[in-house]
């Protein structure tokens, strides 16, 4: 288990690669990755703020319950804060598990529990100025199903 | 003395990302009531609660827990990650 | 959208890079890779075999299927055949997507359809002799749901 | 004409891996009568209907469907992919 909360950016690939290179005896691997969109041209860049201290007790405990709860062989973690351009990839979850199921299973609870539980909060720097991102209503109401 | 700390909008409005304070509050419920008490951008930062989250010693939290041997309380707003 | 049946190992770090690159406007990529597992070093090999005229146009169809009603920016399925080795990565998918949400959905649809709706066979070849791999009940089970 | 494909152990008990037949069957399940009644492994090969998948010019099919205008038939068990 890996969780790493860092400005500087990761490499998809590389990382995907060690995963499954350590992910024995998982028989399926799941990643996410997570992309700042530029909204039709609106977006210039997305700057993250975070709870330095709380980040990474937050995700850890999300991801020892998620361990436990779909038999992980492994789990990865990653999570930029800082400012970010369009196309950059904010942040990555990966599974492994014996099954698929599980592996999906546990990458969407990571990621339902990332965006409603780990203490970032993201603003949006635009052409027509700068606003926080609202939480939505569906990212709470997605914790209900775990 | 308590250390509280803002984040996003809350820092912004209040205009100070972390301060000491001397209190007798009981509860997180008392502590907003005496920092709304300031005016100055408090007032404007804790006026609607259904938008704000609270974190003491770094662990989600409700407004009625107590402040007893509490050393860091954490504002901000609903969580954006992921 | 790009869909590759080979008997070659693939790499799974310069995929999901290239995936990722050409993503756009996606928000969300998810990659689910399957792996060859050596049940408690029981099996040596594993063999797979697939019908080679209809393997594409069965997977070409069951991604076409997923890009539309996810309405996915872009979709990667490479999936191998032949003799592979506990360990070795036998198939991929990828999905990207405006949210999350639809690139997960659209990941587990075209692994549960590839389990049982794509002409292949595997056959596990261990200490103790060969044996062709039994569908899985649950797996015809999960095509239920979508 | 048709071609007839088996995969996965069905070609492994009837022994070979696709041939082509002369028949007059008019169904997938004629078809299948006709090559039972062969014996040597054809009956052993599909003993079991329920363990029988079918495919007709490369699109499952069903066990009664027509064969007529069909140039390639496939035979396999429930297939084991991702």
């Known amino acids: 288990m890996r969780l790493s909360v860092q400005s500087d950016a990761f490499d998809l690939g590389a990382e995907s690669n060690a995963f499954m290179a350590a992910a024995a005896p998982a028989g399926a691997v799941v990643t996410f990755t997570g992309i700042v969109r530029d909204n039709q041209g609106i977006l210039q860049a997305m700057e993250i703020e975070h709870y330095p201290g709380m980040t990474d007790r937050a995700i850890a405990a999300m991801m020892e319950q998620a361990t436990a709860r779909w038999s992980l062989t492994d789990a990865l973690v990653i999570h930029r804060h800082g400012r970010l351009l369009p196309g950059d990839a904010i942040m990555m979850v990966a599974t492994a598990a014996l099954h698929r199921a599980e592996a999906f299973a546990a990458a969407e609870f990571l990621m339902d529990y990332l965006k409603s539980r780990a203490p970032f909060w993201k603003k949006e720097i635009g052409i027509d100025g700068a606003d926080w991102v609202a939480a939505k209503d569906t990212d709470e109401a997605a914790l209900t199903r775990w | ?82």
Chains 1, 3 share one sequence.
């Open chain 2, 1 to 82: 003395m308590i250390d509280i700390l803002y984040f996003a909008w809350l820092r912004e409005r209040i205009g100070v990302p972390r301060e000491r304070v001397q209190t007798e509050a009981l509860t997180v419920r008392d502590l907003i009531g005496e920092l709304v008490a300031r005016g100055q951008g408090y007032d404007l930062a804790f006026a609607d609660m259904t938008s704000l989250r609270v974190a003491l010693d770094q662990e989600l939290s409700e407004f009625d827990a107590p402040l007893a041997g509490v050393r860091e309380v954490a504002f901000f707003p609903p969580m954006t990650g992921g």
